[in-house]
C-alpha cells in the first residue's frame, strides 16, 4: 500500500497479496487487518479489502493537507464500505487471525459493512 497525495486520485498499491505473502508480510493464518487511530478507536478491515486499488491512505484531500476533522494526519480510505471502516487519525495497523471486533463494531455495527448489501448494524 503506498501513500496517496490526494483522496480524489487514489495511488496504486505497490504490493499485491502475492508478493506481500512472499515478503513475509502475510500468511495463511491472517485474514485481516486491525487499524488503530487515536482515542483507542479500532476497526478490522479484510485482507482483500485493504489491497483494493481504490483503498489509500490519504494525507491530503483537495491538493491540501487535511484537517484534523478529516483524519490528520493519516486517514484511511475504504470506498467499498460504510464511513465507519474509513480510519481518521491511522496510528497503527496489525494483522489479525481472527474478527477483532473495533468501536463501532461494539456499539451494534456490522463487523464487514458493505453498504450494497445494506450491512450498517449487526442485527
Known amino acids: 500500500m503506498v501513500l496517496a497525495n490526494s483522496a480524489l486520485h487514489p495511488a496504486k498499491p ?19 487487518f486491525a487499524i488503530s487511530a487515536a482515542l483507542n478507536y479500532t476497526a478490522n478491515l479484510p485482507i482483500s479489502d485493504f489491497l483494493r486499488p481504490t483503498t489509500i491512505f490519504a ?16 486517514r484511511l480510505v475504504v470506498p ?3 464511513a465507519y471502516k474509513s480510519v481518521k487519525w491511522v ?8 474478527e477483532l471486533p473495533g468501536l463501532w463494531e461494539f456499539n451494534g455495527y456490522h463487523i ?9 448494524s449487526s442485527s
Do not use: C, M, V
Open 91 to 98: 496510528r497503527g495497523i496489525e494483522l489479525l487471525d481472527r
Open 14 to 32: 505497490r504490493i499485491r497479496r502475492e508478493r506481500a505473502t512472499s515478503l513475509g508480510f502475510l500468511s495463511e493464518n491472517f485474514e485481516l
Open 59 to 74: 494525507l491530503r484531500h483537495d491538493g491540501e493537507p487535511l484537517t484534523a476533522e478529516h483524519g490528520y494526519p493519516l
Open 80 to 82: 467499498n464500505l460504510y
Open 112 to 120: 464487514y459493512g458493505d453498504p450494497f448489501k445494506e450491512q450498517r
